[in-house]
């Protein structure tokens, strides 16, 4: 053998070989894991923090005969817990498997094919041709784990039987019987035993059944066998050998064996749960599951159309090599997959957002892999990587919730990956309350992810690893990337609230209609009634003369429950003609809204972190404003940014972290001007793209001080990209200067009676009446130590006053320092005629016609005081009836009810409350809209049908 192999000396031949130039899709995905029986609930409980980690179950084994707290019991488990997967059934028929056989097959054979079967149905190839599954092959992880072995070989320990009862002095007749008796414990052998009890005959039995003409067989790299035979599959694809394979791991075996196993080595936790990563990490947890992918070329998804969850950009193989024992994890080794894997993609390690450790919850376990990660993540940094360094990696591991399903952990943690890039969800890891300090982790890239958190990035691909190592020194890394940006369709796995709507030509009618469907709920066949319900909510529409009612529901108790309500609230109500009680609204008719639409948006003073979360996951519109963003916060131009720059998705989305002195730092991150202005620009422009995406159509713009930009983009006068521009540098340009000795001046909300105000502030020159907001409302502006007087003054005039933490006196002289260049960036873009009246907070009146005009007007805007009460007058003097707000909370919307107390109106805010769940606060607002009147029913398009049967 000559010193160098070819392997070294053929560069370009390793370049030619790396994934990065022959990528593989993920078209089709399958799960049975504890609590999950199929896909879709395996990503609902992930998001939602599920703990599926149980005692060991009845229907398992006795807990009894086999546990004992005392670690050092023989033939004892000091564990009592694991995750379970739930009871499935299965049609041996369906596969034409007799009856008769299933005794002597073990239970993951059986459940291999329904899960094969769902990943192919998944894939879109639950029916196809006969060529199509010629060139399918399935390789899966298995280890030795087999269920039925234990039943067989159990059985034929009857000699031992036999010597010790004749040894005790039972008779030869009694001790032939009690044996026979034993026996009957146990599985008999016959002839479909030996296929029945093999590990490879999982992947046989699923190619025999679906006829698959490709390889078959399994693999056991441990722990890390699921990746192991991904690996091997996706040789297949790349060799040509297969245009289409089947991979990932299979282990149903929560035996006493593997308690046992795992109890001697001693590997499991003495808590009650695993908690990788975790101060008080102590050990394992075992689970069961099944995983499976269908994966093809990338070339070949794109000509045929499939559906793509992710793209396998990388992977990255090695072996510890010479160490202290066999089963010692070694961070080098575990540092050498990973490099390979990232040099295999042709990306930086820095390039990725989340990372799916192996993660088992041993102290030593998760040491060793974090001391390898910081060996490729932060000891080798590129000296000019445009990738920050600062904690921007999600770390966690899928063990946190269903224990370590062993041969199918890989596939478990890979699984959940790839359905983080589809969602563009970085989903959490639960059971941890403080990182280890053994870790370090705050002076790495790596951060514990603690809560579900929108993925957002500024243009760059959505990239993640996923890491798999296995007992002997095995070691498995995978680097993913996300196919497309943005979902135009339906997408979305994970359960959330649902609209129903109502109607009839009467109110009588729509009584007895409510009366029959109650009916029709609570008997046989309500769930696809219920079903039924849902989808025609979504479809149909509202005839403009009907009686109509609707509501938001969590599921068909749900809804019984509030029908129920309905029924009896149109009975007491039977006089009103409209009426909103515990969240169900009903008109009599629909409104004329056609010329009243006043779209209202929110200015500084709405923010909170996490504002509007839950819209992140579900409407891919909101997304779009913080890319955006987040470019011009990172300064990034070709391509590149500032290393040490934050996006402003970061400050709104923070990460965990686990100190109070570090959460208010946060909060005092995202209260700056030059961060919050923005920040809430994007939120409201992601409310008003999923509202003009339904349909709605406004007829009137305003918005509250920064507000108002966002008025005059929706209006047509700017660009988007323009108003993101602006926002940007309004905010830059009104944060407060660096000199600690320069006063930009404060600001004092005051409420109560307001038109006394002017007179009692005759002895204060320098404040001034900035936000003239309602009839009882008033904000005062001036420099700080004149409002720190008057503040005083008006409390004992019992006015109540508030500070607000805002960096300046706005609308005032005082932010003179913030024209210039504001004025500076307004004249560097285009403006437009209206499409629609815009009202101006300085002039309380609509801008000109002229787009010229309008851009010389918003020079002089952050200088001049906000006459909000006016402006609202004014459009309602104009036809304005239907005020919606966009925004985080309802500020605006209480203003205009203060502001038309007595008038003919509505008003509704899309998120009226930081507390609850935004994503059900734009449902219950626009059941409102609905019910007024608007065709808004279709909003959100992009729902997945559930996965109703258990994985089929």
């Given at each position: 053998?000559?010193?160098?192999?070819?392997?070294?000396?053929?560069?370009?031949?390793?370049?030619?070989?790396?994934?990065?130039?022959?990528?593989?899709?993920?078209?089709?995905?399958?799960?049975?894991?504890?609590?999950?029986?199929?896909?879709?609930?395996?990503?609902?409980?992930?998001?939602?923090?599920?703990?599926?980690?149980?005692?060991?179950?009845?229907?398992?084994?006795?807990?009894?005969?086999?546990?004992?707290?005392?670690?050092?019991?023989?033939?004892?488990?000091?564990?009592?817990?694991?995750?379970?997967?739930?009871?499935?059934?299965?049609?041996?028929?369906?596969?034409?498997?007799?009856?008769?056989?299933?005794?002597?097959?073990?239970?993951?054979?059986?459940?291999?094919?329904?899960?094969?079967?769902?990943?192919?149905?998944?894939?879109?190839?639950?029916?196809?041709?006969?060529?199509?599954?010629?060139?399918?092959?399935?390789?899966?992880?298995?280890?030795?784990?087999?269920?039925?072995?234990?039943?067989?070989?159990?059985?034929?320990?009857?000699?031992?039987?036999?010597?010790?009862?004749?040894?005790?002095?039972?008779?030869?007749?009694?001790?032939?019987?009690?044996?026979?008796?034993?026996?009957?414990?146990?599985?008999?052998?016959?002839?479909?035993?030996?296929?029945?009890?093999?590990?490879?005959?999982?992947?046989?039995?699923?190619?025999?059944?679906?006829?698959?003409?490709?390889?078959?067989?399994?693999?056991?790299?441990?722990?890390?066998?699921?990746?192991?035979?991904?690996?091997?599959?996706?040789?297949?694809?790349?060799?040509?050998?297969?245009?289409?394979?089947?991979?990932?791991?299979?282990?149903?075996?929560?035996?006493?064996?593997?308690?046992?196993?795992?109890?001697?080595?001693?590997?499991?936790?003495?808590?009650?749960?695993?908690?990788?990563?975790?101060?008080?990490?102590?050990?394992?947890?075992?689970?069961?599951?099944?995983?499976?992918?269908?994966?093809?070329?990338?070339?070949?998804?794109?000509?045929?159309?499939?559906?793509?969850?992710?793209?396998?950009?990388?992977?990255?193989?090695?072996?510890?090599?010479?160490?202290?024992?066999?089963?010692?994890?070694?961070?080098?080794?575990?540092?050498?997959?990973?490099?390979?894997?990232?040099?295999?993609?042709?990306?930086?390690?820095?390039?990725?957002?989340?990372?799916?450790?192996?993660?088992?919850?041993?102290?030593?376990?998760?040491?060793?892999?974090?001391?390898?990660?910081?060996?490729?993540?932060?000891?080798?940094?590129?000296?000019?990587s445009c990738y920050p360094d600062y904690q921007h990696i999600a770390l966690g591991s899928i063990k946190s919730q269903i224990g370590h399903t062993k041969a199918a952990a890989g596939i478990a943690g890979l699984i959940k990956t790839a359905l983080a890039l589809h969602h563009k969800i970085l989903p959490p890891s639960i059971n941890i309350d403080r990182p280890s300090k053994k870790l370090g982790i705050e002076n790495t890239p790596f951060y514990l992810n603690t809560e579900p958190r929108p993925?957002?990035?500024?243009?760059?691909?959505?990239?993640?690893?996923?890491?798999?190592?296995?007992?002997?020194?095995?070691?498995?890394?995978?680097?993913?990337?996300?196919?497309?940006?943005?979902?135009?369709?339906?997408?979305?796995?994970?359960?959330?609230?649902?609209?129903?709507?109502?109607?009839?030509?009467?109110?009588?009618?729509?009584?007895?209609?409510?009366?029959?469907?109650?009916?029709?709920?609570?008997?046989?066949?309500?769930?696809?009634?219920?079903?039924?319900?849902?989808?025609?909510?979504?479809?149909?529409?509202?005839?403009?003369?009907?009686?109509?009612?609707?509501?938001?529901?969590?599921?068909?108790?749900?809804?019984?429950?509030?029908?129920?309500?309905?029924?009896?609230?149109?009975?007491?109500?039977?006089?009103?003609?409209?009426?909103?009680?515990?969240?169900?609204?009903?008109?009599?008719?629909?409104?004329?809204?056609?010329?009243?639409?006043?779209?209202?948006?929110?200015?500084?003073?709405?923010?909170?972190?996490?504002?509007?979360?839950?819209?992140?996951?579900?409407?891919?519109?909101?997304?779009?404003?913080?890319?955006?963003?987040?470019?011009?916060?990172?300064?990034?131009?070709?391509?590149?940014?500032?290393?040490?720059?934050?996006?402003?998705?970061?400050?709104?989305?923070?990460?965990?972290?686990?100190?109070?002195?570090?959460?208010?730092?946060?909060?005092?991150?995202?209260?700056?001007?030059?961060?919050?202005?923005?920040?809430?620009?994007?939120?409201?422009?992601?409310?008003?793209?999923?509202?003009?995406?339904?349909?709605?159509?406004?007829?009137?713009?305003?918005?509250?001080?920064?507000?108002?930009?966002?008025?005059?983009?929706?209006?047509?006068?700017?660009?988007?990209?323009?108003?993101?521009?602006?926002?940007?540098?309004?905010?830059?340009?009104?944060?407060?200067?660096?000199?600690?000795?320069?006063?930009?001046?404060?600001?004092?909300?005051?409420?109560?009676?307001?038109?006394?105000?002017?007179?009692?502030?005759?002895?204060?020159?320098?404040?001034?009446?900035?936000?003239?907001?309602?009839?009882?409302?008033?904000?005062?502006?001036?420099?700080?130590?004149?409002?720190?007087?008057?503040?005083?003054?008006?409390?004992?005039?019992?006015?109540?006053?508030?500070?607000?933490?805002?960096?300046?006196?706005?609308?005032?002289?005082?932010?003179?320092?913030?024209?210039?260049?504001?004025?500076?960036?307004?004249?560097?873009?285009?403006?437009?005629?209206?499409?629609?009246?815009?009202?101006?907070?300085?002039?309380?009146?609509?801008?000109?016609?002229?787009?010229?005009?309008?851009?010389?007007?918003?020079?002089?805007?952050?200088?001049?005081?906000?006459?909000?009460?006016?402006?609202?007058?004014?459009?309602?003097?104009?036809?304005?009836?239907?005020?919606?707000?966009?925004?985080?909370?309802?500020?605006?919307?209480?203003?205009?009810?203060?502001?038309?107390?007595?008038?003919?109106?509505?008003?509704?805010?899309?998120?009226?409350?930081?507390?609850?769940?935004?994503?059900?606060?734009?449902?219950?607002?626009?059941?409102?809209?609905?019910?007024?009147?608007?065709?808004?029913?279709?909003?959100?398009?992009?729902?997945?049908?559930?996965?109703?049967?258990?994985?089929?």
């Open positions: 053998m000559t010193a160098k192999s070819s392997r070294q000396t053929e560069p370009q031949n390793m370049i030619n070989a790396r994934m990065y130039n022959r990528p593989i899709a993920i078209v089709g995905m399958s799960a049975l894991f504890p609590d999950a029986p199929n896909l879709h609930q395996y990503w609902d409980n992930i998001i939602n923090k599920i703990d599926s980690i149980i005692d060991i179950p009845k229907s398992r084994w006795n807990i009894e005969d086999y546990y004992d707290i005392d670690s050092e019991a023989p033939d004892k488990t000091y564990c009592k817990r694991g995750g379970f997967i739930p009871d499935i059934d299965f049609n041996p028929m369906e596969f034409g498997i007799p009856p008769n056989i299933l005794e002597v097959t073990d239970v993951t054979q059986l459940l291999g094919l329904l899960v094969a079967k769902s990943a192919m149905k998944d894939a879109g190839y639950g029916d196809t041709s006969d060529e199509v599954l010629d060139a399918t092959g399935v390789i899966l992880g298995v280890t030795s784990g087999m269920k039925l072995l234990g039943s067989l070989t159990s059985r034929l320990q009857y000699p031992i039987w036999e010597k010790v009862l004749r040894r005790s002095g039972i008779s030869e007749s009694d001790t032939g019987q009690i044996i026979e008796k034993m026996k009957k414990a146990y599985v008999r052998w016959e002839e479909n035993s030996f296929p029945g009890l093999l590990g490879n005959v999982i992947a046989g039995r699923i190619a025999n059944r679906l006829n698959l003409g490709g390889t078959n067989c399994t693999v056991d790299a441990a722990c890390a066998s699921s990746l192991s035979a991904m690996k091997m599959a996706i040789s297949d694809l790349l060799e040509y050998r297969s245009d289409m394979m089947i991979a990932g791991g299979v282990d149903a075996d929560n035996s006493p064996m593997m308690y046992l196993c795992f109890s001697k080595t001693p590997a499991f936790t003495k808590g009650e749960n695993p908690r990788p990563f975790d101060e008080d990490s102590g050990g394992v947890m075992i689970g069961e599951g099944l995983g499976m992918v269908v994966l093809k070329r990338l070339e070949d998804a794109e000509r045929d159309g499939d559906r793509i969850y992710a793209v396998v950009k990388g992977i990255g193989t090695s072996s510890d090599g010479k160490f202290k024992s066999i089963y010692a994890p070694r961070s080098g080794g575990q540092a050498k997959a990973l490099r390979r894997a990232y040099e295999d993609a042709n990306v930086e390690p820095l390039c990725i957002g989340m990372l799916e450790a192996h993660g088992t919850g041993t102290a030593a376990g998760d040491v060793a892999e974090f001391d390898g990660l910081k060996e490729v993540f932060t000891e080798n940094k590129p000296e000019k993925w957002i990035t500024d243009g760059e691909p959505r990239r993640a690893g996923v890491s798999a190592f296995g007992f002997g020194g095995t070691n498995f890394h995978y680097v993913l990337e996300e196919f497309q940006d943005v979902h135009s369709g339906p997408f979305r796995m994970h359960i959330t609230s649902q609209t129903v709507f109502l109607s009839a030509a009467t109110p009588k009618e729509l009584d007895k209609a409510c009366n029959n469907l109650l009916a029709e709920l609570e008997t046989e066949g309500a769930e696809q009634r219920h079903s039924q319900l849902l989808e025609s909510s979504r479809e149909n529409s509202i005839p403009k003369k009907h009686a109509r009612l609707g509501f938001v529901t969590d599921s068909l108790e749900n809804t019984v429950e509030l029908l129920g309500q309905a029924i009896s609230t149109l009975e007491s109500k039977a006089d009103k003609t409209e009426w909103n009680v515990k969240g169900i609204v009903y008109r009599e008719k629909a409104l004329e809204t056609k010329g009243k639409v006043v779209a209202l948006f929110s200015g500084q003073g709405s923010q909170y972190m996490n504002m509007a979360k839950e819209l992140f996951f579900n409407f891919p519109a909101m997304a779009a404003p913080f890319s955006a963003l987040d470019k011009l916060f990172t300064g990034k131009k070709n391509g590149k940014s500032a290393a040490a720059a934050r996006p402003l998705s970061d400050l709104v989305f923070p990460i965990a972290v686990f100190e109070d002195e570090e959460l208010e730092a946060q909060q005092a991150q995202l209260q700056l001007t030059e961060n919050v202005q923005p920040a809430i620009g994007g939120i409201s422009a992601g409310l008003l793209r999923i509202a003009r995406d339904a349909g709605l159509q406004i007829d009137f713009a305003a918005g509250h001080s920064f507000g108002e930009l966002t008025a005059l983009w929706a209006a047509g006068v700017i660009a988007e990209d323009d108003y993101y521009k602006l926002a940007y540098a309004r905010g830059q340009a009104m944060a407060a200067p660096d000199d600690p000795d320069f006063d930009a001046g404060s600001m004092l909300a005051v409420m109560g009676e307001v038109e006394k105000l002017e007179a009692d502030l005759t002895e204060f020159p320098d404040v001034v009446m900035a936000n003239l907001n309602s009839k009882k409302q008033v904000v005062l502006a001036g420099p700080t130590a004149a409002i720190l007087l008057v503040q005083d003054a008006l409390k004992a005039k019992k006015y109540t006053v508030v500070k607000l933490p805002v960096s300046a006196a706005f609308h005032t002289p005082l932010v003179g320092h913030a024209q210039k260049p504001f004025a500076k960036a307004i004249r560097s873009v285009k403006f437009n005629k209206p499409q629609i009246p815009v009202y101006s907070n300085a002039t309380a009146k609509a801008y000109p016609a002229t787009a010229k005009t309008i851009q010389k007007q918003l020079e002089s805007h952050i200088l001049n005081s906000v006459r909000f009460r006016e402006e609202i007058e004014n459009i309602h003097q104009a036809g304005g009836r239907i005020f919606i707000e966009f925004g985080p909370k309802n500020v605006l919307t209480k203003l205009v009810d203060n502001i038309l107390s007595g008038e003919e109106y509505t008003a509704v805010a899309l998120n009226e409350n930081p507390k609850k769940d935004s994503d059900r606060l734009l449902r219950e607002a626009m059941v409102k809209l609905c019910v007024m009147g608007f065709p808004l029913q279709k909003f959100d398009p992009f729902a997945l049908p559930s996965q109703e049967a258990p994985i089929t």
